[in-house]
């Protein structure tokens, strides 16, 4: 009988990744490979095929920046990408440096390309679908990456969701916007770590350095579109993964293991109100620019909250 490439939490994980002396990645790949008839030649086309709808959604929020019907998002990506072009200019009056850039704009493009009902890849869920392009975005400026590592930072940042979905949740409706967009920070942190050739530990200690700093935060879209503060949001997230990722490529560890700190977030959002899980009934969809917007789109105007006063 085969090994079993199997594993529902971090430990496991780790415990494959030692059996069979290989990364996350090749675990992850050789877990697809178990769980479904594709070859590993079809998993890597798939991959291929999803890294390039990445790169196209970039690039045309990049190319032709287009506001949303709402009129929330549009804006942003044309400056970040003017700050990427004449970045040497600006070197001097920028505290991030090129890559980071790059990540907020690989990520704010995603989003308002998704914004305008372009095509993308909801990894791990539309309203987080910046974050993991925008690291690949700037790690490939910066680290030279090829195809095949990018596909790899893909299997990496999987195997980190499934972790979570297995433990939590993926859902904001179900566990506030620390389990989209802080998923996502933890799955490209431990990509974007492995990648740069630290081990399946390392990785995940950068992993749960992300996610416990976006523990308990909120999911308030205003007019329950994933636009604001979604969109900046995953440009920041791109930010921390990378921030994440540096500490634990240091030598820096997260006290707290992984599994735990998933499980502490599973337990935060099931004390999250319903009114900051994605229901636009709190938080910044209720403040007066929220209400606007909402009254705007011919929504119904949410009730009393100290926030509309």
């Known amino acids: 009988m085969a090994s079993s490439f199997l594993f529902h939490n971090a430990k496991e994980l780790l415990e494959r990744c030692h059996e069979h002396r290989m990364p996350i990645w090749e675990v992850m790949l050789n877990y697809e490979l178990q769980m479904s008839p594709r070859s590993k030649e079809e998993v890597f086309k798939m991959l291929e095929e999803r890294l390039q709808v990445i790169f196209d959604g970039i690039d045309a929020a990049i190319a032709k920046p287009e506001m949303s019907a ?53 990894f791990p869920t539309a309203g987080a679908a910046g974050v993991l392009p925008g690291v690949i975005y700037g790690a490939k400026f910066k680290l030279g990456l090829t195809q095949e590592q990018m596909v790899q930072m893909m ?28 998923s996502a920070t933890a799955m490209a942190a431990a990509a974007l770590t492995e990648v740069r050739g630290k081990t399946p530990e390392c990785s995940l200690h950068a992993a749960s350095l992300a996610l416990k700093n976006m523990i308990g935060l909120a999911c308030d879209p205003i007019g329950g579109l994933v636009e604001v503060p979604c969109i900046k949001r995953n440009g920041i997230g791109a930010v921390f993964a990378m921030s994440a990722s540096d500490m634990a490529y240091l030598g820096v560890e997260s ?33 007066p620019t ?17 926030c509309s006063k």
């Open 290 to 306: 929220g209400q606007e917007v909402a009254k705007r789109m011919g929504l119904l105007h949410i009730g009393d909250n100290a």
């Open 155 to 182: 299997l990496t940042a999987s195997a980190i969701g499934i972790i979570i979905a297995n433990t939590a949740t993926l859902s904001g409706a179900a566990g506030g916007c620390q389990a989209e967009v802080g």
């Open 255 to 287: 006290f707290v293991p992984f599994d735990e700190v998933v499980r502490a977030m599973r337990e935060v959002g099931d004390l999250m109100s319903p009114k900051i899980r994605e229901t636009a009934l709190g938080g910044l969809a209720v403040t």
């Open 70 to 122: 709402s009129g929330m998002a549009g804006k942003s990506a044309p400056l970040l990408a003017v700050a990427v072009r004449d970045f040497k200019e600006l070197d001097a009056g920028l505290l991030l440096n090129e890559a980071a850039i790059r990540a907020m704009l690989g990520a704010v493009a995603t989003g308002e390309n998704n914004a305008r009902m372009g095509v993308i890849l909801a």
